[in-house]
């Protein structure tokens, strides 16, 4: 489904010149094509799941914010910009995000469903959110609502 999307956004973006989701969904493209290919000897000729594609999207995102940070202390506000605008683009592809109240429900829920105590628990209950909400969630924002729940 997310493979679909990717290709009519990229056929839309090129109908309209959008220079930038161009480049950036044919970066997806072919991040995808790489991850695909690493997997295929692994058993999995069909390549990576929506799921796994969502967590690629996660990856791409925290870069480029990393990337913005760097440029805006270096005064490159330029490549700032456009690093944001490719954050903006690979946005599109993601569901809608869980935040607030929904956020700290949805947390508190894993938590109870994991029967986790203590704060040792925090790295078994990250890697159970990011199994299940890839894509729908900060992890960064749910680490630290994590934390505090189970401190």
Same mark, same amino acid.
């Given at each position: 489904m997310l493979r679909q999307a990717l290709d009519e956004a990229l056929?839309?973006?090129?109908? =309209?010149? *959008?220079?930038? =989701?161009?480049?950036? %969904? &044919?970066l997806i493209l072919a991040a995808l094509k790489d991850r695909d290919i690493a997997v295929r000897p692994k058993g999995r000729p069909e390549g990576l799941s929506d799921q796994e594609i969502?967590?690629?999207?996660?990856?791409? /995102?925290?870069?480029? &914010?990393?990337?913005?940070?760097?440029?805006?202390?270096?005064? &490159?506000?330029?490549?700032?910009?456009?690093?944001? *605008? *490719?954050?903006?683009?690979?946005?599109?592809?993601? !569901? !809608?995000? %869980?935040?607030?109240?929904?956020?700290?429900?949805?947390?508190?829920?894993? /938590?109870?469903?994991?029967? =986790?105590?203590? /704060?040792k628990d925090m790295g078994r209950t990250m890697a159970a959110l990011k199994g299940q909400y890839s894509g729908r969630m900060d992890f960064s924002k749910a680490s630290g609502v994590v934390k505090e729940i189970l401190a």
């Amino acid at each position: 489904m997310l493979r679909q999307a990717l290709d009519e956004a990229l056929k839309v973006a090129m109908k =309209a010149r *959008e220079e930038r =989701a161009v480049a950036t %969904i &044919r970066l997806i493209l072919a991040a995808l094509k790489d991850r695909d290919i690493a997997v295929r000897p692994k058993g999995r000729p069909e390549g990576l799941s929506d799921q796994e594609i969502l967590q690629l999207f996660d990856t791409m /995102i925290r870069q480029r &914010r990393d990337s913005v940070e760097q440029y805006e202390r270096g005064g &490159r506000v330029d490549l700032a910009e456009r690093e944001a *605008e *490719e954050i903006a683009v690979i946005e599109r592809f993601l !569901p !809608p995000q %869980i935040e607030g109240d929904d956020l700290i429900s949805t947390i508190r829920a894993m /938590i109870r469903e994991l029967d =986790a105590r203590t /704060i040792k628990d925090m790295g078994r209950t990250m890697a159970a959110l990011k199994g299940q909400y890839s894509g729908r969630m900060d992890f960064s924002k749910a680490s630290g609502v994590v934390k505090e729940i189970l401190a």
